[in-house]
Structure formats: structure tokens, C-alpha cells
């Protein structure tokens, strides 16, 4: 975002009375709101051209391979003011990794996931551990002189059944083969 001269100077009034507290002069308020309205308006604007450029590259990632060129500017773009790569957008990319924009792009999306991956897991961790348990984790490492496969307990026989096992014949009893009908001849009594 970028401020106008008359813009830095409402703000730089603004910063020194918060820093200084004094009476403002009623020009100096209004000034103040508008260039509020102004920084409020200037985001909505932002959030609508992200939206924008969201449904755009979801367009043209439907219609890969023939928007090769331009899902993979769109994507860059997007990357570039701050987007986390989807699952869809990785899948797109390592269909078309032949490409070497497609696979260069597939290498910088999947440091971005993971990086997102890994701040939205700390965010949940932090936010259902609570304050007392911020410390740090250690990572488990395997030690020299482990269980091996001498040491593990024997698994124990199963103790002998009650009942005996059926025989399959006695489960599903064998299928009586149908009676061909009797000869024509037979059939006419007369």
C-alpha cells in the first residue's frame, strides 16, 4: 500500500499525538477518519482482488494441461502476495513436473505447504497445551544396545478350544444336484 504526501503527513500528525498525547484540532480528526476510510476501503480492495485472483487460478487449474502457462503466472502471483498452496495445487504441479517451470514451481509450493503445515500444527499444539506446557520438545533418537529380537517375550500358545472346530461340509453342506426332468415319452400318460 502506498500513502500519498498529504496522506504520510496525516499520519505522521496522528503517530505524534499518539506518541504526545494533546488536543487535536477538529481538521486534524476529520483528516485522520478519512485516511482511515481510505487504509479501510484499500483493504476491502485488496481482499476482493484476492478473491478474485483465487477463483481465477482455480479456473485455470481446472482446465490443465491447456492453461499450463497461465495457471503457472497465476499461481506465481499468488505465491508472491502470500497464498499457501493447496493440496489441489500440489497435485496439479507433480502431474505436470515434465515441465521444468511446472517442477520448479512443485519445489518452492512444497516448502510453502510445509512451512504452513508446520505453523498451523504449532498454532493448534500451543493453543491446546495451554501456557504451561510451551517448553520445548525433544526428538526421540533410537540408542546403541536396544531391545533385539533375543530379548522380546515369547508369544504364549493359545490356550485349547472348548468346542471343535467344524469341518467345512458340516458349515456349508454339499449342494444336491437338480433332478433332470423325466423324457418326454414319460410325461404323456395316458
Do not use: W
Not at 498529504?6 to 487535536?24: I, K, M, N, S, T
Not at 512443485?106 to 500451543?126: D, K, P
Not at 510451551?134 to 530379548?151: C, H
Amino acid at each position: 500500500m502506498a500513502f500519498s504526501a498529504d496522506e504520510l503527513r496525516v499520519l505522521r500528525r496522528a503517530l505524534a499525538v499518539a506518541l504526545h498525547p494533546a488536543p487535536l484540532q477538529d481538521e486534524d480528526v476529520q483528516d485522520a477518519l478519512r485516511l482511515a476510510e481510505s487504509v479501510d476501503e484499500a483493504v476491502r480492495e485488496a481482499g476482493r482482488l484476492r478473491a478474485f485472483l483465487l477463483d481465477d487460478l482455480v479456473r485455470y487449474r481446472e482446465a490443465l494441461p491447456g492453461s499450463l502457462s497461465g495457471y503457472l503466472e497465476l499461481l506465481r502471483d499468488a505465491l508472491a502476495a502470500g497464498y499457501d498452496p493447496a493440496a489441489d495445487d500440489l497435485a496439479a504441479l507433480r502431474a505436470l513436473r515434465r515441465n521444468p517451470a511446472a517442477a520448479a514451481l512443485l519445489a518452492r509450493c512444497r516448502i510453502l505447504a510445509e512451512r504452513s503445515v508446520r505453523a498451523r500444527l504449532a498454532r493448534v499444539s500451543q493453543a491446546t497445551a495451554g501456557p504451561a506446557a510451551v517448553t520445548a520438545r525433544v526428538r526421540l533418537l533410537a540408542l546403541p544396545g536396544g531391545r533385539t529380537a533375543a530379548d522380546e517375550p515369547k508369544p504364549t500358545p493359545p490356550a485349547p478350544a472348548e468346542r471343535p472346530v467344524p469341518k467345512p461340509s458340516e458349515v456349508f453342506p454339499p449342494r444336491r444336484r437338480p433332478v433332470p426332468p423325466p423324457p418326454p415319452e414319460e410325461r404323456v400318460a395316458g
